[in-house]
């Protein structure tokens, strides 16, 4: 599990920092992933990286080992680390961090996508997630980070702001799907934070 510190990263948003951990998915978290999966559907959002109907579950957890490396997604697909965060006991979201882009990515997706479930709102998670998301990119070696959100989602722009981004533009929306607010964080080369991605 990892737990960042990157005080470059600015200031959690009220209070104290919540205590949220990113591991990898294990066979015991089948049940809640699955059901923040069925969750994040419903608003027309994926909880689980590209999960196939019927794919047992012992087989997904292998399959995003092999996406981390570039294999087994569809093609076109980056390298990506998928983990997802937990509080407690309790799953509160989940991040993918794309080690490099596709002309996709490029312009629409970015290095990281992030989501908190609807039960877990304004509690300071979306801010954590990525704050820790951004100190993954960088151990992964991504000095200069791109994250979106759509243009009318105020509260992702705040969260992406409180986080270093800088506006770069707004890219049009793709066949009729909502224009993307287009941020840029960027590291200091020689304040690099040392870390490992997670196993």
């Known amino acids: 599990m990892l737990a960042v510190e990157d005080k470059d990263l600015g200031a959690p948003s009220r209070g104290e920092r919540p205590t949220l951990l990113l ?3 294990a ?3 089948e049940v809640a992933a699955r059901a923040a999966h069925t969750e994040l559907s419903a608003d027309g959002l994926s909880f689980l990286l590209d999960l196939r109907d019927g794919e047992p579950w ?8 092999l996406l981390r490396s570039g ?3 569809p093609e076109g697909w980056v390298p990506s680390t998928f983990l997802i965060a937990q509080v407690g006991s309790e799953l ?3 991040t993918s961090v794309r080690h490099s882009l596709n002309p996709w990515l490029a312009r629409w997706g ?3 996508g992030y989501a908190v479930r609807p039960a877990f709102p304004r509690r300071g998670y979306a801010t954590e997630i990525l704050r820790q998301s951004l100190a993954i ?3 992964l ?3 200069k980070v791109l994250v979106t959100c759509d243009e009318d989602n105020a509260a992702s722009a705040v969260v992406i702001e409180r986080c270093g981004g800088v506006l770069g533009g707004v890219a049009p929306g793709e066949d009729g799907s909502p224009d993307k607010r287009r941020y840029w964080v960027e590291h200091v080369r020689g304040d690099r934070q040392e870390l490992s991605p997670p196993n």
């Open 23 to 25: 591991p990898p998915l």
């Open 27 to 29: 066979p015991g978290d």
């Open 58 to 65: 012992s087989s997904y957890l292998e399959r995003l080992e």
């Open 71 to 73: 294999r087994g997604g």
């Open 92 to 94: 509160v979201g989940r």
């Open 110 to 112: 970015g290095h990281i």
């Open 137 to 139: 990119a960088r151990a």
């Open 141 to 143: 070696g991504v000095d």
